[in-house]
């Protein structure tokens, strides 16, 4: 435990080593990993979207909430789920329980997980998602610039001309079809491929 609490201090720049003493317990094991992805938790007291709970009368006569909202029934699903970018890329770029698949995500770094989820489920502060939920966003493509071309999912992966080299040494071609040849692609080659665009997905 004491090992682990260093490793957390010294991660977070709180940590000073020295030959001996309780200080020098870092410097006595050579399995100790040089960084990890250990970061202060922080509380978000301000958040950038609204809740509303509406009732039965509401819910009939109109869909509450204000226009472009995100709405959901009780059990969490999606009203007009088909419509919902969040819910149609998921369906089309992991269309099926692979445990293979969800093994080789999960081997992935904290940071490299998240970032494959969040692309692979529209869930990331581009375009229309990021407008939604009141966050900074382009209105066109900030890697071709093409102010006909709003930022989505679709463009990034599949057509973006800018980003043709990238994709084809990554995900195997120039330009994809559609989002549903993400579905066959290992997370590891899409994580590199994210990464290099230079899109922060959050």
Known sequence: MSTLAAIRLRDLDYWKDHLTGHSSILLKNN????????????????TP??????????????TPGQEGALSFYTDGSKLNNQNSLVGRVARLT???IDKARSNALCNLSRGDCSLVIR??????????HAQRLNSPYNDFCRSCRDEEEEESPEHFFCFCPALSSRRFRFLGKPFLDG????????????????????WTPF
């Open 49 to 62: 979207f609204h809740t509303l709970i509406p009732n039965r009368d509401e819910w009939t006569s109109a």
């Open 119 to 128: 692309s692979l489920t529209g869930h990331w502060l581009i375009g229309i």
């Open 94 to 96: 992991w269309p099926h």
């Open 179 to 198: 989002l549903g040849d993400l579905a066959s692609l290992s997370p590891r080659k899409i994580a590199q491929f994210v990464q290099l665009s230079n």
């Open 31 to 46: 399995n100790i990993p040089s960084k990890t992805d250990y970061c202060m938790p922080t509380e978000h007291m301000a």
